[in-house]
């Protein structure tokens, strides 16, 4: 039985999650906050989530769990046949993850957490954030699947990444990536009605409430 660790809060353990719930694989949920306690750190060394147990020991990363769930089973598959678009698909995920999601993490505290940022961190957030939606926008667009002629792994990394960016954008950052890739809401709609995201959605608005109840207390 394969394990998959984290917070359904965690849009990188959602990601995850909805590939797993793609490919029609049985798995279970545990949950493990973060900071992880000693015992967690054993098998996530650099205490990050989401990782994944297996028969044959643990490995982190949602993008190594995602690549490895395609190797274990390969239909339906969440990767293009053609090593070119495999690789295209591959750009998409690592855009939106290191030039859009990661800048933008930086003032999630603030965003969603009554927390505090600095306006020079808020500053550094906006350009790369503005950069990353341009590049997003000149490297594909929203008229279909992300991932080629299926939902596919830059889908699940679009569908859980993009609507955060929006929220944190438009509240600190004065910046609405939706504004910038046409067709973006329509698409997102579109995925919504899969079950894998809705049912990865329902459970993040949950995980969301007994997040703040486990924060406030």
Known sequence: MLKLYG??????YNVAKAALLEKGLAFEEVTAWTPLD???LEKSPMGKVPFLETDQ???TEAQVILDYLE?????P??????PF???KVREISRVIELYMELPARRVYPAAFFGGQVSTETCDEARATLRKGTAALAALTGFDGYLSGDRFGQADATAVMHLPLLRDAGRKLLDVDVYETLPGVKDYLARMRERDSVRT???????GMEAFMKRKQG
């Open 71 to 75: 190797e274990l089973q390969p239909e």
């Open 200 to 206: 990865v959605m329902a459970d993040q608005k949950a």
């Open 57 to 59: 020991g643990v490995f």
């Open 38 to 40: 000693d015992a967690l």
């Open 7 to 12: 917070f359904s809060i965690s849009n990188y």
């Open 77 to 82: 598959a969440l990767l293009p046949a053609d």
């Open 85 to 87: 678009q495999r690789a």
